[in-house]
């Protein structure tokens, strides 16, 4: 299954020129945990980066230095990872595996930016697929007491 079936596509997006307390007005606006940040160019959006409200805290709150004076392209992670729409779910999983980390922006052919997806997003899906498993053995007992009555 291509990772872009089920890749969160309404993601939240910053620039590099977007402030600190936006970036974080932002993430509490959308109930997020990251930002990808991106550069626009003719309508479109290439990633080129992430931000994540630990970024914030570590970079900026714990070394006590005035968040005014920052923006998201001064602390963003700037060795972005990113995966190709039709990448499959587990060598998506091994990528993230392999470089330690929890999100990864989806992008397309021209390097656009179609989605996003976490490891939380990949772990609901393998539960729900395993829950379906699950359900396959008492189905078998059942087709097969009706039909050896």
Do not use: W, Y
Not at 22 to 28: D, F
Not at 57 to 62: F, P
Not at 118 to 139: F, N
Request: proline share 4%; charged share 30%.
């Amino acid at each position: 299954m291509p990772i872009s079936e089920f890749c969160n596509r309404e993601v939240v997006f910053a620039t590099r020129k977007t402030s600190i307390p936006e970036a974080a007005q932002l993430m509490r606006q959308f109930h997020v945990g990251d930002l990808v940040v991106v550069d626009e160019t003719n309508g479109k959006r290439a990633p080129i980066g992430l931000i994540t409200d630990r970024d914030i805290v570590i970079e900026i709150i714990a070394k006590s230095l005035d968040i005014d004076e920052f923006t998201v392209g001064d602390i963003m992670s700037s060795q972005l990872v990113s995966v190709p729409e039709q990448e499959g779910v587990f060598e998506t999983i091994r990528l993230m595996r392999a470089k330690g980390i929890r999100r990864i922006p989806v992008v397309n052919r021209e390097g656009g930016l179609e989605g996003i997806v976490s490891a939380d997003d990949i772990l609901d899906l393998l539960a729900e697929e395993m829950t379906k498993l699950a359900k396959i053995a008492p189905r078998e007992q059942e087709r097969e007491a009706q039909t050896r009555i």
